[in-house]
């Protein structure tokens, strides 16, 4: 009998390390935990670490230091084919010489499920995925989406408690792209599926997730809920790669508890939250995101912070006005406005007052 870990946790990483040449390690010091019917993203540049960690738990690669469990069993030793986890890969994967419904069954016939069985398994993963009528087709009659829902159908099809995905939608155009993130987290929640999903799309590791691990050489940056990650980033890393981010470079000059005020380089002094830095006369890049700075004075609420800028470049969107600017240095702030009726538009040399609240800028490390 399996011996459940005291937390429940379904999926674990213990302390796992993972090195190619025995001297640079992609993985370091790894502990990670999700429950049973979680959505988690690794999310993060290449060679941060996040593919290794997906090839780890499936079997395709081994960990140098550290345990990987699965439902509280140690899986180091289990071959890929015998932890029971369903697969997703960008390049789909599937057997071109055989149909859609052959591709389906072949992991059932590998688990000698009989004949019948094996058909209304099939038949059930093809409706699951909008394909029920394209079992006797070949993998080349199917455009891209299509190969893309049948290769998810082939990972569902013999109900597997966890799925991997490795970038699955990363060939698709736009539009097929985003309909494939809802229907993946869709079947992934009404059936209670474990899924981890590995991803450098942080737009798609937002929409998708419960949580996001951020990865960046070979450690978890933040492991967060994704509106955590995105209002609320621990450190400089997370907050240039999570969303749009303006940053301002300063000294800390008083700090207590959850306030600080810090002396820009460019000149003024700002009032922000603390986060990742401990002590006076420390360097720190304070972060405001775009749709937090306001243009128009006369929407500012009271306390907010008023800097004199120039606009350099002012941009019509459709449903927001992007506007560049610099400030206190930087040449690059932008600042999103809601396309509104009252909103200002603004010609590049104007001179301008922009503001926002001391609680939704945060002082990084360096």
């Known amino acids: 009998m399996a011996v459940t870990s005291s937390n429940d946790a379904f999926v674990e990483f213990e302390r796992v390390q993972k090195s190619y040449d025995g001297e640079n390690l992609v993985v370091k010091d790894l502990n990670l935990t999700m429950p049973k019917g979680e959505f988690l993203t690794m999310l993060g540049p290449s060679g941060s670490g996040k593919t290794t ?29 015998k932890r029971g986890i369903g697969m997703v890969f960008q390049n789909y994967a599937l057997f071109p010489h055989m149909t859609v419904a052959e591709n389906l069954s072949f992991p059932l016939e590998v688990r ?20 029920g009528a394209f079992g006797g087709r070949r993998p080349a009659q199917l455009s891209g989406g299509q190969q893309q829902r049948i290769a998810l159908a082939r990972a569902l099809v013999f109900e597997p ?33 474990t899924t981890v999903y590995v991803t450098h799309d942080q737009t798609e590791a937002l929409t998708m997730s419960d949580r996001v691990a951020v990865f960046n050489d070979g450690r978890i940056q933040q492991l967060a809920p994704p509106d955590e990650l995105y209002e609320s980033p621990k450190n400089s890393f997370v907050a240039q790669f999570i969303g749009e981010n303006n940053t301002l470079e300063g000294v800390v000059k008083e700090i207590s508890g959850e306030h600080a005020v810090v002396q820009l380089d460019g000149g003024g002094l700002i009032d922000c939250k603390p986060v990742n830095v401990t002590e006076v006369g420390q360097r720190t890049k ?17 306390g907010a912070h008023l800097l004199k800028a120039e606009v350099k470049e002012f941009i019509y969107m459709g449903d927001v006005f992007r506007t560049r600017i610099s400030v206190a240095g930087n040449d690059d702030f932008i600042i999103k406005s809601r396309n509104a009726p009252d909103q200002i538009r603004l010609k590049p040399g104007e001179q301008v007052e922009i503001g926002w609240l001391p609680q939704d800028c945060r002082a990084l490390d360096a």
Do not use: W, Y
């Open 53 to 81: 960690c997906l090839m780890m738990l499936a079997g395709f690669e081994t960990a140098t230091h550290g345990e990987i469990k699965l439902d509280g069993r140690p899986i180091n030793n289990i071959p890929p084919h």
């Open 112 to 131: 000698k499920i009989g004949k019948s069985e094996r058909e209304e398994k099939v038949k059930r993963a093809l409706d699951m995925v909008q394909m």
């Open 161 to 193: 408690e966890l799925v991997l995905m490795d970038e699955p939608l990363g060939a698709l155009d736009k539009q097929l792209r985003e309909h494939m993130q809802f229907e993946i987290t869709r079947l992934a929640h009404d059936l209670g599926i």
């Open 286 to 302: 304070v972060s405001i995101r775009p749709e937090r700075v306001e243009v128009n004075k006369d929407r500012l609420q009271e």
